[in-house]
């Protein structure tokens, strides 16, 4: 199994790999009985006490943005509010309507309860700056549904043209940091990318990738590839797995390679 995924990473015939593949089979799990007889239990035992100290959930985590957006003196929700309203003036020049005004209310209440105005300061810093270099850019998603940000200039969508649902972005029963998705011109992405590493330091900064999870028959077809079989029974095998065998796992003999990463161009997305 461990070659077959070295070969399919690879995109190599097993055949060919040569050196490429693990020295020897010794990375498995190994069961309790053959532990036993490997090492004293001693070693075993402390082994126990060790992973009963690894006690870390990925629930502790929690965001942190970044501070040194907020003027001296000023609060986050405060500084939200400031430019918020700054924005609606421009967006308004006749004066904000009064259901637009009550909806921002709306969601600045339920934003500055849960706790996230720090990251619609951290978007919007990466807009304005995009904007103040003529850098085309645009927020899509449920981020539309939000009056705060087409005030602060993240989206397009005009609450007078369109009812918002603002808990499709926002929920507090669900509990989740939102989500804003910006998409920049692919031939100046790079600019903002280097703005956001000297702003805030290439530690603090990150690309992350997207990631495709196998089903039974993409699995078959590059299992069969990596094996060497002929195409016509590659194609053979992969059309005897349908849709519903992913489902039932009725097919659960077949290798399944975890996650394997997609090839994709840094920073095609903002999230």
Not at 3 to 15: G, H, I, Q, S
């Amino acid at each position: 199994m461990q070659d077959t995924l070295t070969a399919v990473r690879l995109k190599t015939p097993l055949a060919d790999c040569g050196f490429a593949l693990a020295r020897n089979a010794e990375q498995h799990l190994r069961s309790r009985l053959r532990l036993a007889q490997l090492y004293r239990p001693a070693w075993l035992q402390a082994s126990v006490h060790v992973a009963e100290g690894c006690s870390f959930s990925l629930g502790e985590l929690r965001y942190e943005y970044p501070a040194e957006l907020v003027p001296e003196g000023l609060t986050p929700i405060a500084h939200l509010r400031a430019l918020t309203a700054l924005g609606a003036r421009e967006r308004y020049p006749q004066g904000t309507p009064a259901s637009v005004q009550a909806q921002i209310e709306k969601e600045m209440g339920l934003i500055e309860a849960l706790r996230y105005e720090a990251f619609f300061l951290t978007v919007h810093d990466i807009v304005r700056f995009a904007r103040s270099k003529n850098i085309l850019c645009q927020g899509r998603g449920s981020a539309a549904n939000s009056a705060v940000c087409y005030c602060l200039g993240i989206t397009e969508v005009n609450p007078m043209h369109t009812t918002l649902l603002f808990e499709r972005f926002i929920s507090r029963e669900r509990n989740e940091p939102p989500d804003i998705d910006v998409d920049f011109e692919h031939e100046r992405r790079e600019e903002v990318i280097q703005y956001i590493y000297a702003k805030y330091g290439t530690e603090r900064t990150a690309l992350a990738a997207a990631l495709s999870t196998y089903r039974t028959r993409g699995a078959v077809r590059d299992t069969g590839k990596a094996l060497g079989l002929d195409e016509p029974q590659i194609d053979a095998l992969a059309r005897s797995v349908h849709w519903f065998d992913d489902a039932t796992g009725s097919h659960s003999a077949w290798p399944r390679p975890a996650s394997m990463p997609m090839r994709r161009s840094p920073g095609a997305g903002w999230s």
